[in-house]
């Protein structure tokens, strides 16, 4: 695209590395003017008379400045429009939540100046229509969560039981069994505990086969 600095006069064809930048009240100025008028600190804008910084520049991306400005807008925007389709009743309730976001974005972009355009989005968060504040939107993420785990731990099987398949002994024994030394260790990877295999001592006193 053709850049041009209404500054200094001068564009991409007789400077081919000129670089273009917009400040925040939308007025074009070249690299070595902003450099220039802006290299003592704070200086009034040549187009307006606002007061800016050279910090307060930003490369133009858009050929068009008007585009340029609406994305602009349009990001800031977001921050305050941020509910979901989820957030509402009905799919019309959406839609008309969609249709008021276009519609401020065609009054801020009647705004001449960058104050009013930034008053008037944070005047929009008291809106519980249009915004929804960061406790609620946390609130909402935390119970997610809580659900998606509840959903997971159903999913869960059971720990499966060693000694659910052995037949419990039909008489009971009148003194304590004292396990050998020898057999007392536990191998918790191999599924037997010190639990386990006294169980199985004691049963197989009561075993025909053995």
Request: hydrophobic content about 30%; glycine content about 2%; some cysteine.
């Amino acid at each position: 695209m053709d850049q041009f600095c209404p500054q200094c006069k001068s564009d991409s064809y007789l400077n081919p590395n000129i670089k273009i930048y917009i400040s925040p009240c939308y007025h074009k100025m070249c690299e070595n003017c902003v450099s220039r008028i802006f290299s003592q600190g704070e200086s009034a804008c040549p187009e307006c008379g606002t007061l800016l910084r050279r910090i307060n520049f930003i490369s133009q991306t858009f050929e068009d400045i008007d585009v340029e400005r609406e994305c602009r807008i349009r990001k800031m925007l977001n921050r305050v429009f941020n509910k979901e389709e989820t957030d509402f009743d009905s799919g019309d309730e959406y839609d008309d939540y969609l249709e008021m976001y276009e519609d401020v974005i065609q009054e801020l972009m009647q705004l001449k100046n960058d104050m009013l355009v930034t008053k008037r989005i944070e005047s929009l968060k008291d809106d519980a229509f249009i915004h929804k504040s960061e406790i609620i939107a946390k609130r909402r993420k935390v119970q997610e969560n809580v659900d998606k785990s509840t959903s997971t731990a159903k999913d869960v099987q059971v720990s499966y039981d060693p000694l659910e398949d052995v037949e419990k002994p039909t008489v009971m024994l009148k003194r304590a069994i004292e396990l050998p030394d020898r057999y007392r260790y536990e191998c918790t990877p191999a599924g037997y505990s010190k639990r386990i295999t006294g169980y199985r001592a004691v049963y197989s006193l009561f075993d025909e086969n053995i």
